[in-house]
């Protein structure tokens, strides 16, 4: 497993109905992190060198005035960039045997769209499995394992406390916070994908490839 890249991924939404739309969807690796804005309004012109400034690896960053036009950019990105890198796409509750957020959402919304499933034959690992059954915590949420093995760090990076403040952040055009939200979502993500792989075994991770049927 430690030879496939690691590439976080989580995204953020309008809230968590069939019918809500997704806001922002990030990626980070070691080198950067790459972040789809679907801005629902006017954004800032200075808001990707603003968030550079405040954080220390850097963050592509793309703005779109509409979801489906956020899901082809996505498209383009992973079948250009990822799915050409021996890597394996990694979430913290993103899709589990038993449910999971992220990958099903992104599903419905689609669908909706009428778009193809843009994943390909990337593999795919639950970092939240392996914290429930190989690491003693008290905690379950992402914030929460980060800061009992690692430590403050990305935790003081996030201006929400919690994630449904997303929610209201896009709503009210603040789009800053919001993105900073999910740069440390996707880099606590990849940062315990790291500690796992240190103190576990192969078998301990549950890989699935993403590529569909037909």
């Given at each position: 497993?430690?030879?496939?890249?690691?590439?976080?991924?989580?995204?953020?939404?309008t809230g968590f109905q069939a019918g809500d739309e997704l806001t922002v969807v990030g990626f980070d690796s070691a080198v950067s992190s790459r972040v789809f804005l679907h801005t629902g309004?006017?954004?800032?012109?200075?808001?990707?060198?603003?968030?550079?400034?405040a954080l220390q690896t850097p963050v592509q960053l793309s703005l779109h005035d509409s979801e489906q036009g956020l899901l082809n950019e996505l498209a383009t990105f992973v079948a250009s960039t990822l799915t050409q890198r021996d890597a394996k796409l990694v979430a913290y509750n993103g899709e589990r045997w038993n449910g999971g957020f992220d990958l099903?959402?992104?599903?419905?919304?689609?669908?909706?769209?009428?778009?193809?499933w843009p994943f390909g034959t990337l593999p795919y690992v639950d970092v939240m499995d392996v914290f429930?059954?190989?690491?003693?915590?008290?905690?379950?949420?992402?914030?929460?394992?980060?800061?009992?093995?690692?430590g403050a760090g990305l935790n003081e990076l996030d201006p929400f406390t919690d994630s449904s403040e997303a929610v209201t952040a896009?709503?009210?055009g603040a789009y800053g916070p919001l993105i900073t939200h999910n740069v440390a979502d996707i880099r606590?993500?990849?940062?315990?994908?790291?500690?796992?792989?240190?103190?576990?075994?192969?078998?301990?991770?549950?890989?699935?490839?993403?590529?569909?049927?037909?």
């Open positions: 497993m430690t030879q496939l890249t690691t590439i976080a991924f989580d995204i953020e939404t309004t006017a954004p800032q012109a200075d808001l990707a060198d603003r968030l550079n400034d099903p959402f992104l599903r419905t919304r689609l669908c909706t769209h009428g778009l193809d429930e059954t190989r690491f003693n915590t008290s905690e379950d949420t992402l914030s929460g394992v980060y800061d009992e093995l690692i896009w709503e009210e606590r993500t990849r940062a315990l994908m790291e500690l796992a792989e240190r103190y576990c075994s192969k078998s301990d991770f549950s890989m699935k490839s993403l590529e569909p049927i037909a």
